[in-house]
């Protein structure tokens, strides 16, 4: 018997390369469906039944809602080579047929479809794609735990080495742009299809064009590679949007969400709590009006997951003036009419003015198991292994509703990873039910580490990102955030990056069980919803530091007496702060909280994390109108 | 060999290949490619009566090569110039400062497949073997760049270093290029700012973070902080070619003409290690690495052409391949897209040939570019390092 790991790239670079929501979905997606092909194919050609086969992932790969990591590991008995091989025939099979669906979708109609998407290029660079990597190790006296290990360091071997060469395929390159996904591949969308340049209003010219540009799936000055229209076009069909699918039929492409319909949640939320659907229809009827004679309509060029008791499947995009601009200009309006629904947002949101500007603002979540490999190390039977493979799949499961039941939206959710969009006035609660519901799934599952047994925790990396910022930077920024609460001593840790627009990044990390810091910035949050706080503290505060930062080693002594100074000048600021826009002392209590949470101490943590706690409180002012006239009111 | 010293006066943006349509779309890279610089340097000296000379572009082309850019910062204390060069691909970093152990650097080399254990990798490994497996992951947040001491020591002795050791040579490096943000607006035709028209540009300075072990976690410093830094780049030209040009002075570079300022410089870069000219003169089919300084083009990324004739190419820890596309300023386009062995890729050999056959490999190695298109390597590509190899016998 041999223990085969196969691993399925590349992730990271692939999955990031993504202009749109969508991008980036079908880019997890895709991975997902192929490691289930190549774990299917592996099961087919052992000719064992399933459960035999395969340790990681667990059974049920007929599951669509289940996500497949891009690893996977079996137990296979015979050449091994030889299932391997059939492994790798039956993903690259299924990237073909997937391909060739999304392909057909490509410009459909269009009249000399041909010379303008060069098909041939665009399936040699989605063949050259993917990477396909296995080791194999046979259980001798170690049994299942030591081949499993010696597999995994022949991996790890083999991925030292990557195998690559020119691609054929950029050949005839020269003069063609680059993907703007990722820049890494020609443009496989002829020149001529660019032919008016964005922000052209000639009606003449911009109806024919445009349109046929929107048939290949491009905006604006977009360019696309044969990868990039494949994440375009690809899977029409999400078996998780019961609501969603019904809307595929028009044949127009389906589109998941967006970045700013993430964004708008609180605003959607407030206009819920207002009463806001009068207002809102009005608003719409208006854009109706406005873009009567267009085929389509700006509203449909997103389509929203899930229904709002409001706004239904209307994508929040409308609510932001520069979104809609853009996309009322992309279906190909006029200057006057860009004006006119820009007009009619701003009579909108005067008449819900109690909710201000809509935030635009929201959260990329990624979570990560910590001792994940210890655990797995433990399981020296393969039935144990495949158990905590089911019990991780039952936490990605969960993990799917969780996200949602906080009006997110799920990206990924494979082993004991977790990828997702959260609007910032739910954050917390989601992120605290992600790391609850990890523990309490693999509470069973303990390893020895650093000399006691430990169950593998939750580590969770937040950005919180403007909507309209580019989606592979967010993205990396967020694996920073994972890595920042990966670097919590001893784990289990819950960092937070604020990226503000034209601004430098913020960091706060803290452990969420040892410090209990969800709690900790719902008390700064608490602070900032209920106006006792100047908005200027956490500034100060943060300078307190910044003024005192030493980059170069230094004497203990040096240290102290800067944290000395750091200490007085807190205490002067402090004294001098008014809270409830200025009218009031700053009251005992809430020097007494400041300073339990180490307002001397560390006041630049402090001052960082009560900048990050004003965003989620903006969040929930907007989100709970009532609660927070209530809290005015009662101050 | 003339090296220049070029001081980054306002952050670089060297863009990736997207292209830039006045939206936050491109991205800025934290390292200049060295055809940035060749490209820079070639329009300096084809400048005559302060315009480009168009009827030297061949020439410059062909005549004019480049090695680098390397990072150099300069020593506070006596003014001397310490290199800084890519971290190696070879040296694998696993722990950190929650671990009780610390950091622990160990030297990946050839491994074997162990009898009856099988790979979807046809040649020789690049790993470690059995023995020297830690059960911790790969650290994250390392250095970018590791010092000139530090990589010499390793091109020497490539053997496993651990806690305050290990430690001690990754303080020695430097963070990435700190990087600045700068956000533009688009101005219309009234000469004001245009409604929702705004666009980021990110770009490197010419400063860098010393590295400090769990700096990750993200507290923030001052931005003023940090190493100034500089980059070297060595230009020659070749004999019997007049060039109008002068490279010394301020000259833009790359994305929105951002000012450099050149200089000739009289620093030299460092010989091949001496310990590493006796091991090859020593040992009869010596094993050596080569380490990449600059990325490299191969047309295979295992088995490159250019390595062929050197000995026998044992094995290779070379990642995915970094991808550059650039401008083509005779054509008004965009090149075409070429794959590159990123910097810090190790090639093993085994020398052919005598003492002195072996030796002069070395020499003719040492700091040179290799690579598998003559014109890349004249555009600075493949510059690289020769170290003591080891690998791991069955």
Redesign the interface.
């Known amino acids: 018997m041999n223990v085969l790991v196969i691993s399925i790239g590349?992730v990271q670079?692939f999955i990031a390369s993504a202009?749109k929501c969508r991008d980036l979905w079908f880019g997890s997606w895709l991975l997902s469906e192929l490691s289930r092909a190549a774990a299917q194919g592996l099961v087919a050609a052992s000719g064992q039944p399933e459960d035999s086969v395969l340790v990681f992932p667990g059974t049920k790969l007929e599951s669509k809602e289940l996500h497949v990591a891009n690893k996977v590991v079996a137990r296979v008995e015979g050449d091994?080579?030889d299932l391997?091989r059939a492994a790798e025939r039956a993903m690259r099979e299924r990237l073909r047929e997937i391909c060739e669906a999304a392909f057909k979708r490509v410009g459909r109609g269009v009249r000399n479809r041909g010379r303008v998407f060069h098909e041939d290029t665009a399936r040699q660079q989605v063949e050259d794609l993917i990477e396909?990597?296995?080791?194999?190790?046979?259980e001798a006296d170690e049994g299942y735990g030591g081949a499993r290990?010696?597999?995994e360091?022949?991996?790890?071997?083999?991925k030292?080495?990557?195998?690559?060469?020119?691609?054929s395929w950029?050949?005839?390159?020269?003069?063609?742009?680059?993907?703007?996904?990722?820049?890494?591949?020609?443009s496989v969308l002829d020149e001529a299809l660019y032919d008016v340049p964005?922000g052209d209003y000639d009606k003449r010219l911009h109806e024919e064009v445009r349109g046929r540009r929107r048939q290949f799936g491009v905006h604006?000055?977009e360019?696309l590679c044969g990868v990039g229209l494949l994440k375009r076009f690809g899977n029409y069909e999400d078996p998780q949007l019961k609501d969603g699918t019904a809307r595929i039929g028009d044949e127009r492409g389906y589109r998941i969400f967006s970045t700013t319909h993430v964004a708008s949640a609180p605003f959607r939320a407030g206009l819920d709590a207002i009463a806001g659907d009068a207002a809102f229809a009005r608003y719409l009827e208006r854009l109706e009006q406005l873009c009567d004679q267009y085929e389509l309509k700006p509203w449909e060029l997103e389509v929203a997951p899930a229904k709002d008791p409001v706004t239904g499947y209307v994508d929040g995009a409308i609510f932001y003036?520069?979104r809609l601009?853009d996309e009322i200009e992309e279906i190909g309006g006029d200057e006057a009419t860009v004006n006119a629904a820009t007009k009619a947002l701003a009579a909108f949101l005067g008449e819900v003015r109690q909710l201000g500007e809509p935030i635009p603002y929201y959260a990329i979540v990624l979570a990560d198991g910590d001792n994940m490999?210890?655990a797995i190390?433990d399981c020296q039977e393969q039935g144990r292994h495949r158990d905590l493979s089911h019990a991780l799949e039952t936490f990605a499961t969960g993990a799917r509703a969780l996200v949602s039941k906080h009006g997110g939206r799920l990206i990924y959710s494979g082993g004991d990873d977790v990828l997702g969009l959260v609007p910032l006035h739910r954050l917390l609660d989601c992120v605290s039910g992600l790391e609850g519901s990890f523990g309490d799934t693999m509470r069973p599952y303990s390893a020895k580490v650093?000399g006691e047994r430990r169950s593998p925790t939750l580590s969770v990396g937040v950005a919180i990102v403007h909507a309209?910022?580019?989606l592979?930077?967010s993205l990396e920024l967020t694996r920073?955030a994972e890595?920042?609460a990966?670097?919590?001593?001893?784990?289990n840790g819950l960092?937070l990056?604020v990226k503000p627009?034209?601004g430098?990044?913020?960091?706060?990390?803290g452990a969420f069980e040892r410090e209990h810091y969800v709690e900790r910035l719902r008390q700064l949050i608490q602070l900032h919803r209920a106006d006792l706080l100047s908005a200027r503290t956490q500034y100060e505060l943060m300078d307190v530091a910044?003024r005192l930062?030493d980059?170069?080693p230094v004497s203990a002594q040096r240290r102290e007496t800067l944290d000395q100074i750091a200490r007085a000048e807190t205490r002067r600021l402090l004294a001098r702060k008014r809270a409830a826009h200025g009218q009031e002392k700053l009251a005992e209590e809430v020097l007494d909280t400041l300073e339990g949470f180490g307002a001397f101490d560390d006041p630049?943590r402090l001052g960082?994390e009560l900048y990050v706690a004003s965003h989620v409180a903006r969040a929930l002012d907007q989100a709970e109108p009532a609660r927070a006239q209530e809290q005015e009111a009662a101050q | 060999m003339t090296i220049h010293r070029i001081e980054v006066r306002d952050p670089m943006v060297v863009r990736?290949?997207?292209?830039n349509?006045g939206?936050?779309?491109?991205?800025g890279l934290g390292f200049p490619p060295p055809s940035v610089l060749a490209g820079v340097a070639r329009t300096g000296l084809g400048r005559r009566d302060d315009r480009f000379d168009s009827t030297l572009a061949g020439p410059l082309l062909q005549g004019v090569r480049v090695r680098g850019p390397l990072l150099a910062a300069d020593e506070a204390k006596d003014g001397t110039t310490s290199l800084f060069v890519p971290a190696p691909?070879d040296a694998l970093i696993t722990g950190?400062?929650?671990d009780?152990s610390g950091y622990c650097v160990q030297p990946?080399r050839p491994?074997p497949?162990?009898a009856?254990?099988?790979?979807?990798?046809q040649?020789i490994?690049?790993?470690?073997p059995?023995s020297e497996?830690r059960?911790t992951?790969p650290a994250?947040?390392l250095p970018r760049f590791w010092s000139w001491a530090a990589f010499s020591r390793w091109l020497e002795e490539p053997t496993t270093l651990e806690g305050a050791e290990a430690e001690a040579l990754l303080q020695q490096g430097l963070s990435p290029l700190i990087e600045e943000?700068r956000?533009h607006v688009a101005i219309g035709d009234t000469g004001t700012a245009v409604?929702?028209k705004?666009f980021?540009t990110s770009g490197f300075r010419g400063r860098a973070?010393?590295w400090r072990a769990?700096a990750?976690?993200?507290?923030?410093?001052?931005?003023d902080?940090?190493v100034a830094v500089h980059l070297q780049l060595d230009v020659e030209v070749e004999a019997g070619l007049e060039l109008p040009g002068e490279l010394s002075g301020m000259r833009p570079m790359a994305g929105e003409r951002r000012l450099t300022c050149w200089s000739a410089s009289s620093a030299g870069w460092p010989p091949p290690p001496s310990g590493l000219l006796d091991h090859v003169r020593a040992n009869e089919r010596a094993l050596v690495r080569l380490i990449l300084l600059t990325p490299a083009y191969v047309?295979?990324?295992?088995t490159p052409r250019c390595l062929g004739e050197a000995g026998e190419l044992l094995?290779?820890?070379?990642?995915?391949?970094q991808?550059i596309?650039g401008w083509?300023f005779a054509?008004r386009?965009?090149?075409?897209?070429?794959?590159l062995a990123p910097a810090g890729s190790v090639y093993w050999l085994r020398l052919a040939g005598d003492a002195d056959a072996r030796v002069a490999w070395v020499h003719e190695r040492w700091l040179q570019n290799i690579g598998d298109d003559p014109q890349l390597r004249r555009d600075g590509f493949g510059l690289a390092a020769v170290g003591i190899g080891t690998e791991v016998t069955a």
């Open positions: 590349p670079e202009r091994v080579a391997a396909f990597l296995w080791a194999a190790a046979p290990a010696e597999a360091r022949l991996l790890a071997a083999t030292a080495s990557k195998l690559w060469a020119q691609p950029a050949e005839h390159g020269a003069g063609v742009p680059k993907s703007s996904l990722d820049g890494v591949r020609e964005r604006g000055a360019r003036a520069g601009a490999g210890a190390n650093d309209l910022d580019a592979d930077q920073e890595r920042c990966k670097a919590v001593a001893g784990k960092a990056l627009r034209g430098a990044v913020v960091r706060v990390s910044a930062v980059d170069e630049q960082r | 990736d290949g997207r292209i349509d939206r936050s779309q491109s991205r691909a950190g400062p929650s009780p990946l491994i497949t162990p009856a254990c099988e790979s979807s990798h040649g490994l690049v790993g470690l059995a497996m059960k992951k994250r947040s943000e956000v409604e929702g705004l980021e973070l010393p769990g990750a976690v993200g507290e923030p410093r001052r931005v902080t940090g047309e295979h990324s295992l094995a290779a820890r070379v990642d995915r391949p991808t596309s083509d054509r386009g965009p090149k075409k897209t070429r794959r």
